[in-house]
């Protein structure tokens, strides 16, 4: 079970969650302290773990739209946060999937703070309203990498199948 | 079944013989271009190589490209010194389409890319910044990634499983009214199919009205296609495609364009007379959230920006300077002008529209990204508005998540200045 943690809006871009002016800091380690750091209340309770790892954090429509800084992506996932929208732009989903953050995609999802999701594979169960969504699931292009533990991950494979490859 | 131009340039270079839309494939990549984040690239790029025993070499250095534009000269001493690491791995891994910050070969990666031929018609094209779809204006298919997706290209040369994406056939006909252009018609089409009316798609851009267009243009609407959420935009090549790439780019030897064909498959069609279009303005804080001039005319605004990727070349400048020419920026407004390279940049003094925007009051800056992203330089105070040329105006993107930024073609950008308020420049144009 997962807990609603924070609701935003449609169009959340990647400024938004991670400011251009903070994109100097580049390293994943480094990038958390950062996260929304334009909508104080959000990034104190971050900082601050008020926000447990494992909670969800509601978009509306069109998450991550924007750049394509992977900051954006490294900031939510050094907290563990689930994303849950109605839908995503295309690089940040591509992002999200690379460095494991998850996201999911559940058109019409109705949540407030403190709610608590039940979400599986196909569906998103709201359990403090009773309503279930539908969750599309994962361009099935993109599986193989999530399946491998992350981009770094299934390359390293593939480097190494070249290399063994090469030596034959 | 017929094929687009996305279609045809990912089979070409997939290895297959046709795709079709949804189709995985893993491309081969002809050009891979990062900026500063070069930086992070290089971390992931190490980490991917980690414990495997293997040297950490990128698949083929003459087709990355790295340039310094977010953050030049360096804001801060984390800059420099991230910069100063990309060098040293840029001369490890010979690196030759390196463009540090210079006032003659530097400038803005989407202007540095096709200024000196680096992108052709066909090609596929990456970059670690969304707006590499502006590449598409010369036929090639190019979409932004992040940085860990460099790091695998770099490793392999190709982009792992990618999607193959629709088409929607934007049809472009009529002509601009003096003082329209480009910008308007990109800026109209995101409001109408809105902020993700193309997202996970590829818009290709037909008509009349785009045969005329120049290199320049067409690099307007490819660069903002992503504001649609568009994974590229693209003109097929033609005529124009190949003079800007003789003249102005210097590439010899053969091109060949690549075309759609006459049944290729469209998700969906969209036509658009440009004859009536009117000046838009997109205001805060989406970029979907486009009006027609006289709603917003007679706005206040404290910062004018002409500059950036999408509208810091030298025919922005060049209309810019007619409209400034002898007259004053209004007292209470502050106009900055970032021309898009360093060659532009020469251009524009030895056409004496430097010394023009000067006298005018303007304040003529290095070439690079400016404050289209709010790192430094032209940062906005609390409640303040600035009208600019740039691609984005999500809140905070100018610096200040308390000021508001409205985008504009140049034309009205310069009419606008000289007011102290958003001013539309076809008024009392003869
Ligand atoms: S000018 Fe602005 S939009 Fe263009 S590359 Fe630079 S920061 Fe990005």
């Not at chain 2, 003079?243 to 780019?249: F, G």
Request: hydrophobic share 40%; proline share 4%; glycine share 10%.
């Amino acid at each position: 079970m997962a807990q609603v943690a924070y609701v935003l809006g449609d169009d959340i871009s990647t400024d938004v969650i991670y400011p251009g002016r903070y994109m100097a800091t580049v390293l994943p380690t480094e990038t958390p302290q950062y996260a929304f750091a334009d909508i104080a209340e959000l990034n104190g309770k971050l900082k601050a773990k008020q926000i447990a790892p494992g909670s969800v954090l509601l978009g509306g429509k069109n998450f991550g739209c924007g750049s394509s800084r992977e900051q954006a992506v490294s900031t939510l996932k050094g907290h563990e946060l689930i994303i849950v929208a109605n839908d995503f732009a295309r690089i940040f989903l591509q992002n999200s999937i690379n460095l494991g953050l998850r996201t999911i995609s559940c058109p019409g999802v109705e949540a407030a703070v403190g709610d608590d999701l039940e979400i599986t594979e196909t569906t998103l169960t709201n359990k403090t309203t009773g309503k279930t969504y539908a969750v599309v699931p994962l361009p099935s292009a993109r599986r193989a990498i999530v399946d491998a533990g992350g981009l770094i991950a299934y390359t390293r494979k593939r480097v190494m199948e070249r290399a063994g490859g090469q030596k034959k | 079944m017929g094929m687009t131009v996305a279609e045809k340039i990912l089979a070409r270079a997939s290895g297959l013989a046709s795709v079709k839309a949804g189709d995985v494939v893993e491309p081969k990549v002809d050009l891979a271009m990062s900026h500063e984040n070069a930086a992070l690239v290089i971390n992931q790029f190490l980490e991917i190589y980690k414990d495997t025993g293997l040297e950490p070499n990128i698949w083929d250095p003459t087709r990355v490209s790295i340039i310094f534009d977010h953050r030049v000269p360096a804001e801060s001493q984390k800059t420099a010194s991230n910069q100063k690491k990309v060098r040293e791995f840029v001369a490890a891994q010979t690196i030759k389409k390196f463009h540090d910050i210079r006032g003659d070969v530097g400038g803005i990666c989407h202007q540095i890319l096709p200024e000196n031929g680096y992108v052709r018609p066909g090609m596929v094209v990456v970059g670690t910044d969304s707006h590499t779809t502006s590449h598409g204006a010369l036929g090639a298919f190019a979409f932004g990634i992040g940085a860990t997706e460099m790091a695998s290209v770099w490793s392999l040369g190709s982009v792992l499983n990618v999607e193959v994406p629709a088409t929607i056939k934007v049809n472009v006909t009529g002509t601009f009214k003096k003082f329209v252009g480009p910008k308007d018609l990109i800026l109209h089409l995101i409001g109408k199919i809105s902020a993700q009316g193309a997202n996970f798609k590829v818009i290709e851009f037909h008509g009349p009205t785009i045969k005329k267009m120049s290199t320049s243009g067409r690099l307007v609407i490819c660069n903002m296609s992503v504001e649609a959420g568009a994974t590229s935009g693209i003109v097929p090549a033609d005529a124009e495609t190949m003079r800007y790439l003789r003249e102005e780019a210097g590439v010899k030897g053969k091109v060949e364009a690549v075309l759609p064909d006459k049944d290729a498959v469209y998700e969906q069609v969209i036509d658009i007379d440009v004859s009536r279009l009117v000046p838009q303005i997109a205001c805060p804080h989406t970029v979907d959230n486009v009006k027609p001039i006289k709603e917003v005319a007679g706005k206040k605004v404290n910062q004018i920006v002409i500059g950036s990727c999408t509208n810091g070349r030298l025919d922005d400048l060049a209309i810019a300077a007619k409209i400034l020419k002898g007259k004053k920026v209004a007292a209470h407004t502050r106009m900055l002008i970032f021309p898009a390279s360093g060659r532009i940049y020469n251009q524009a003094l030895a056409k004496g529209y430097v010394g023009e925007f000067m006298k005018a009051g303007a304040v003529v800056m290095n070439s690079g990204c400016g404050p289209c992203l709010g790192v430094h330089e032209g940062a906005l105070g609390d409640e303040e508005v600035a009208l600019s040329t740039t691609n984005r105006n999500f809140k905070g993107r100018m610096g200040n998540p308390k000021s508001e930024v409205y985008l504009c073609s140049p034309a009205v950008a310069a009419a606008s200045a000289i007011k102290g308020v958003i001013t539309d420049p076809t008024k009392g144009a003869k």
